[in-house]
């Protein structure tokens, strides 16, 4: 009687081992999960500038690239380059009165078609000037369309009188890593823009996964492409024409000799 039980009891031993397994992998799973959205971690440090002139980054830009250098982790795994209409206009000013952080306080606003978004960043004073550190949260009418809170590092890969470059970087669960091109005008000379791209691939070690082109109506780059793409439509249309042409009195010559 108890020879036939053992077995029996064994098996319901197992099984509560197994489920009380798997109820503390499953708790494990979850802590680990929670851990993900609360617990911040430290952007990698890209080496910005380590001189800027405040002054001449001051004032209105426009922002004529975006570069996106990992997959979003809750959007989809696209990548190449592409060309958008929108113009995103960006203002760039400093603050610091009554907080501490004079000299050291800036404001981002980015205004395009959809809403604009107001970003407030710091300088510490043991970092690097092109490092900046998000300070409040973004105000804006983005914020009614789903726009997640940015909190992280801006880090300037590039300053100069013409275009900067500025590489996002969250230190929240989305873990967005990402550079907006900015230039003084609606446009950049492509040799710019790929010497950019260049210093963020090779330099500063970043993938660039996905570029977006912005200001697609206005940037010359544009231009000449429309330009180059309508003359290749002509040459193959006089190609094409001259073609059909050439088979229709071939046709009509050995009508004649039969």
């Known amino acids: 009687m108890h020879c ?16 009380a397994t798997i ?34 980054i001051e004032g209105q830009w426009y922002a004529v690239e975006v570069v996106k ?9 696209t990548s190449g380059r592409v060309f958008v209409k929108t ?14 952080w004079t000299h050291r306080s800036l404001r981002l606003l980015w205004t395009e078609d959809a809403g604009n978004l107001d970003y407030s960043f710091y300088v510490p004073s043991n970092v690097k000037p092109g490092k900046w550190k998000s300070k409040d ?4 009418t983005l914020l009614a369309k789903g ?32 550079t907006v091109i900015l230039s003084r005008g609606r446009e950049l000379p492509l040799e710019e823009i790929r010497s950019i791209e260049i210093l963020l691939s090779i ?3 970043l993938n660039n ?3 977006k082109q912005t200001c697609a109506n206005s940037g010359s780059r544009d231009h000449r492409f429309s330009v180059y793409t309508l003359s290749a439509l002509a040459v193959f249309t006089i190609l094409v024409t001259v073609s059909h042409t050439a088979i229709a009195q071939a046709a009509n010559f050995n009508c004649c000799i039969l």
């Open 87 to 100: 113009c995103p206009v960006i203002n760039l000013r400093f603050t610091g009165s009554g907080d501490g």
């Open 203 to 205: 330099n500063k070690g």
């Open 147 to 178: 726009y997640v809170q940015f909190v992280g590092d801006v880090q300037v890969m590039k300053a100069t009188e013409s275009h900067l470059a500025l590489t996002f970087c969250s230190t929240t669960a989305d873990n967005q890593l990402y």
């Open 23 to 56: 109820h503390d992998s499953s708790s494990k799973t979850t802590d680990q999960a929670t851990d993900t959205t609360t617990v911040m971690a430290e952007c990698p440090d890209f080496n910005p500038q380590n001189s800027l002139n405040w002054t001449q």
């Open 69 to 77: 250098h990992k997959f979003e982790k809750f959007g989809p795994m």
């Open 209 to 211: 996964i996905m570029i």
């Open 137 to 140: 949260k973004q105000n804006g």
């Open 4 to 19: 036939k039980s053992f077995p029996h009891r064994v098996s319901i031993i197992i099984l509560i081992t197994v489920i």
